[in-house]
């Protein structure tokens, strides 16, 4: 037998495997990926860095410079001298940090067992209680990250439901829900959004719903999420309409699959690159979204932080007898960072999985 | 067109009526009068109230008679602001928001498209790389960090504006400024693809055969072409001006709609937030609409529908 006759197997390269190849060439693109990547895993292990505890004040060092060196320092406990009572160590050692889960508290455990209470020093100064800027900025990023990941969430259930169904049904249907679309586009959210936050600051309305289980927050997260899912929706019901009439679908009705098959086995995987390139477009916006709110005061409460609410911490404080610049530089550097990278690479993968580019 | 108009003013008149119902059926379910915050107060004086404002008509004949308020364009008595009825309130926000807009507005037009057009034609030089760069980085960062880093370097540092305030021109650079940055970066990029288009296409090749000046063919007869996707932005600018302005005149203490909207919003005056979304919804649906219809003008190919 003579093998070797037969032609060279060419591998076929999926278009995904192909739009990877594409954007590994910009080095940009891969930068900012793993600035996200990065970003996303110390904001995960926070709770185990060497960092002060972002809620402990020092007032006699309000509004300290930042400073490098030494740049390991003991952090002062001003309670030291107060008797320690056994069964509230626990009290004790979570008492300057925001609520914590199961999790967060073992690691927050793990980091006194490892560092005691060694620290980096505050080389983003101190804020107006004294407290470290670097270690709020970290704990910030949780929840502006947590923000980005569940109201992206949110908008993409709702937009990529919205759209197949759109695209999938077709016909007056489809006319109909795009043209809901179209009139959703032109109403101002923000507004309608800031409204209802009032109706859930309300005292009572804040109790009810604690009692009923849903936090403050979660309202939040939908509520950001809720409206920004309109280009998703859009995007995804073009791509349902093109792939509709595409012959391996055909094919597939032809030998007699099911609706449910043919939407979740072939519709679906074909639908995984284009919602990645509007989830990442959209990520930085709910993000925006919440640093404006939380601004605002309208968001995220202490003693939860997120990087909009240092922001806005920092901006009340100009003054002109003294220029607090650390107070607004860092939290903007490490927001306009992050939405940066997202952005750029939203950018770059949607050229990257354009075959319209390919030959560029 | 007429047909167009008609059916878009009546998206708009439905889109306001659900936003209304909406609004004060959520403003109703809210447990408490408007007044429960301040010191108990005698019965009779509560009734009193209650009547002043209707509160103790059934709820359908509350809602029928503040829709056909509305309708007749008065919003009401502001809750907390007594002494001012919501329409008073607006009337003295919206021109100063007005004019803030109009004016940020105008500095991301200009700016944005000098420097869009500016890369394009200088496409590939070390000023297209600096240009789109600072673009790539103004749209990524939100109006209030640009604000903040602005006042900190142009109020404190190089002392040549005023730090906040209303009332004579200067106060009223900055701010425009801060808050038209984002769009002037996205200005910039969407002009620069244009004008590359453009720049690209037969009847630009034939204008610089014929013999024209570069000012000429760019001025004359590629930008008029690549102005098209400038002008759809505006509507989307427009919606994020207003929206921008919510936190730029909190810092600038400008005494806008949006200082009132969010002044409203943490002080729970409902009456007066409902209204400020209604005015906010009108002005972003219109804004669409003449854009819309500038669209149509600038490119006789597109339909109206």
Not at chain 2, 177 to 205: E, F, K, N, W
């Amino acid at each position: 037998m003579a093998t070797g006759q037969l032609p060279p197997l060419v591998k076929g390269v999926s278009l995904g495997q192909d739009a990877w190849r594409r954007l590994r060439k910009s080095r940009v693109a891969m930068l900012c990926l793993w600035t996200i990547v990065a970003i996303a895993l110390l904001a995960i292990f926070t709770p185990l860095l060497p960092l002060q505890p972002p809620d402990r004040k020092m007032t006699r060092l309000q509004y300290a410079a930042p400073e490098f060196s030494p740049l390991w320092v003991r952090f002062e406990d001003d309670t030291a001298g107060a008797a320690k009572v056994p069964d509230e160590e626990d009290q004790q050692l979570f008492r300057d940090y925001p609520e914590l889960g199961l999790i967060s508290r073992a690691m927050v455990r793990i980091r006194y067992r490892i560092f005691g209470d060694g620290s980096i020093t505050s080389i983003c100064g101190r804020d107006e209680l004294g407290r470290d800027v670097l270690s709020r900025v970290f704990w910030g990023a949780r929840i502006s990250l947590l923000v980005g990941l569940v109201a992206g969430s949110v908008s993409l259930v709702i937009g990529v439901t919205y759209g197949s169904l759109a695209g999938y049904i077709g016909g007056a249907v489809d006319n109909f829900m795009m043209r809901l679309v179209d009139v959703l586009y032109s109403i101002p959210f923000m507004f309608i959004v800031i409204y209802i936050l009032t109706i859930i600051n309300q005292p009572e309305v804040k109790a009810w719903l604690e009692e009923i289980g849903i936090g403050r927050m979660t309202v939040f997260f939908f509520l950001v999420g809720a409206i920004e899912w309109l280009t998703m929706a859009r995007v995804v019901r073009g791509q349902v309409i093109s792939l509709k009439t595409e012959p391996f679908v055909e094919a597939a009705r032809a030998t007699g699959a099911r609706q449910g098959r043919i939407i979740f086995r072939h519709i679906f995987p074909n639908l995984v690159s284009i919602v990645i390139v509007y989830l990442t477009l959209t990520i930085p916006r709910v993000m925006l979204f919440e640093a404006f709110l939380s601004f605002l005061g309208l968001g995220v409460e202490p003693p939860d932080v997120s990087w909009g609410l240092l922001a806005n911490e920092g901006i009340k404080v100009i003054t002109p007898v003294r220029v607090v610049w650390w107070l607004i530089f860092f939290p903007s550097l490490a927001l306009g960072i992050t939405l940066f990278s997202l952005n750029f690479l939203g950018d770059r993968l949607r050229d990257a999985l354009d075959p319209k580019l390919a030959s560029r | 067109m007429l047909g167009f108009i008609a059916k878009r003013l009546l998206w708009m008149v439905l889109t306001l009526w659900v936003i209304f119902t909406v609004s004060f059926f959520l403003m109703r379910a809210v447990p408490g009068g408007p007044f429960d915050s301040d010191r108990a107060l005698e019965p009779e004086i509560e009734a009193n109230i209650n009547r002043y404002y209707h509160f103790d008509e059934p709820l359908v004949k509350q809602y029928g008679r503040h829709l056909w308020n509305a309708v007749r364009g008065d919003l009401g008595p502001s809750y907390k602001l007594s002494d001012y009825t919501v329409n008073q309130v607006i009337a003295q926000g919206l021109p100063v928001s007005m004019a803030l807009g109009v004016l940020a507005l105008a500095f991301a037009m200009c700016l944005g498209l000098v420097a869009g057009i500016t890369s394009a034609v200088r496409r590939g030089t070390a000023a297209d790389v600096v240009l789109m760069s600072i673009a790539t980085i103004g749209i990524a960062v939100p109006s209030f960090v640009v604000a903040g880093l602005a006042i900190i370097l142009f109020v404190f540092v190089i002392p040549i504006f005023p730090a906040a305030g209303w009332g004579s021109f200067d106060q009223l650079i900055l701010p425009a400024m801060c808050l038209g940055a984002p769009y002037a970066a996205d200005v910039a990029r969407i002009s620069r693809t244009s004008m590359l288009d453009v720049l690209s296409q037969d009847h630009i090749r034939t204008a610089r055969a014929k013999g024209l000046s570069p000012a000429r063919v760019i001025w004359g007869h590629a930008l008029p072409g690549s102005l098209l996707p400038v002008a759809s932005f505006l509507g989307p600018a427009i919606a994020g001006i207003l929206t921008g302005s919510l936190v730029i005149e909190r810092i600038f203490a400008i005494p806008g709609l949006g200082s009132h909207f969010i002044e409203a919003s943490l002080q729970r005056d409902f009456t007066l937030a409902m209204g400020c979304v209604l005015v906010y919804t009108v002005l972003v649906y219109s804004m669409n609409f003449l854009v819309d219809i500038s669209y149509s003008i600038l490119d006789p190919r597109v339909e109206l529908d």
